[in-house]
């Protein structure tokens, strides 16, 4: 009976104790069964840094609706961006390599992805909010075309007349407006902080952190989403521009971040096979750009005295930085892959073929408005024609637009293959 009683006791609360050796803290609470919301939000009170964003002191959401039993805001924003029909399309959208070009290469959602781990890697050694900063680094490409920069570049000249477009601000379209799950309301209506850190610039209008004119920069979990963006996405293109053979050996041995991991690498193994090698040093830069971010992020913390996340908000310059020398070196890295990978010969002919595909879509709905998609005649949409047409094609990825073009365009499709 003694222990039945000792069992039952365990069963209706936990003794739990959060040891932190890196912040010397440490706590005792009780709970039931399960972590409750206010648990978790009581922990982010306690451990996370005074300029973190707590999930708790969130401004809201657009639409008012019932918090979660066991889920912070955040962590129901990170799981309505993944169960988006926008975030499952990236698995087709091209980083540089069309999808049909290899299994191997990166996609928009494996970038995704890597962003997100690099991201929370640096909020938790910062004591940041990891939900918040994971679900901004997850949406931040939603808004891509097909085609990857080619695609935006096209779109923006071809909406030139008519608003333009750029990728953040139609991640922001998607999750506000585009995305339709919910009976209550348009879009998955995340919260005002991750709609904040997907705007990423400040002076676009839609922004919603220009509604206080105080404010220049998003918060601190954001800025690190946009830097682990950049971290992955030129060490990544960086394996994949060398597994393709667009980069020359003897070119990328003259880049300082490989220049410098190599002879470490060379200096602790013998003969290492150049595959195994490669990896090794697409990690250790990766590795040395979050040490010199992290440290020169925290160093700006205190330099400025920030303390609260209006701090951050408010600050004259960007918190999350690089140091001048990780700087140069990173810009050093991407002027390269800029110039021998971007503007590859093989690259740009794909570019090409993308350009033709988009422009002939775009004019093939501007002349006849009945073959748009589904979507762009839903009753109320009071959007202009070519900003219906824009959504269309920018929601599209690389293999439903060339999908498209054939139907449309191929005299060899026949009937069957318009409907």
């Known amino acids: 009976m003694q222990t039945n009683r000792i069992q039952c006791g365990f069963k209706r609360f936990f003794l739990i104790k959060l040891a932190w050796k890196r912040s010397s803290f440490s706590f005792y609470f009780r709970v039931e069964t399960v972590l409750k919301r206010q648990d978790i939000e009581k922990l982010e009170e306690e451990y996370l840094a005074p300029y973190a964003v707590k999930s708790g002191s969130s401004r809201g959401r657009r639409h008012r609706e019932k918090e979660h039993a066991y889920r912070t805001r955040f962590q129901r924003d990170r799981d309505r961006v993944i169960h988006s029909s926008a975030f499952r399309k990236l698995e087709y959208k091209t980083q540089v390599f069309v999808y049909h070009e290899g299994d191997y290469y990166r996609t928009r959602l494996t970038h995704s992805l890597e962003v997100a781990q690099i991201t929370r890697s640096i909020c938790k050694s910062l004591r940041l909010n990891e939900d918040l900063a994971e679900s901004i680094a997850l949406a931040h490409d939603l808004g891509h075309p097909p085609f990857g920069h080619t695609g935006q570049r096209v779109l923006n000249d071809l909406m030139k007349d008519h608003g333009g477009f750029e990728h953040n601000k139609q991640s922001l379209r998607i999750v506000t407006r585009l995305e339709r799950r919910y009976p209550d309301f348009e879009g998955v209506n995340l919260t005002w902080e991750v709609q904040e850190g997907i705007s990423k610039h400040s002076r676009d209008a839609d922004n919603p952190i220009l509604q206080n004119k105080k404010f220049r920069f998003p918060t601190l979990e954001a800025q690190v989403a946009d830097f682990s963006d950049g971290i992955a996405y030129n060490a990544h293109d960086l394996d994949d521009g060398f597994t393709s053979n667009l980069l020359d050996l003897g070119d990328l041995r003259k880049v300082a971040l490989w220049k410098e991991n190599e002879k470490i690498l060379d200096r602790k193994y013998k003969n290492l096979d150049m595959e195994l090698k490669k990896y090794q040093i697409v990690r250790a830069i990766i590795n040395d750009l979050i040490t010199d971010f992290r440290k020169t992020t925290l160093q700006n913390v ?118």
Not at 302 to 330: G, L, M
Not at 335 to 344: E, Q
Not at 368 to 373: D, F, G, H, K
């Open 302 to 419: 205190r330099k400025y005295k920030i303390q609260a996340v209006d701090d951050v908000r408010a600050c004259p310059v960007r918190i999350a930085a690089f140091s001048k020398e990780c700087n140069e070196k990173n810009l050093e890295l991407k002027r390269f892959l800029f110039k021998n990978m971007y503007h590859h010969r093989k690259v740009r002919r794909m570019e090409f073929k993308a350009e033709l595909y988009l422009t002939k879509l775009f004019e093939a709905y501007m002349r006849y408005p009945e073959l748009l998609p589904e979507p762009g005649h839903r009753d109320g949409n009071k959007d202009s024609l070519e900003r219906r047409i824009c959504d269309a094609i920018s929601g599209m990825t690389d293999r439903s637009s060339i999908d498209e073009y054939k139907k449309l365009y191929s005299p060899d499709e026949g009937l069957g293959a318009l409907i």
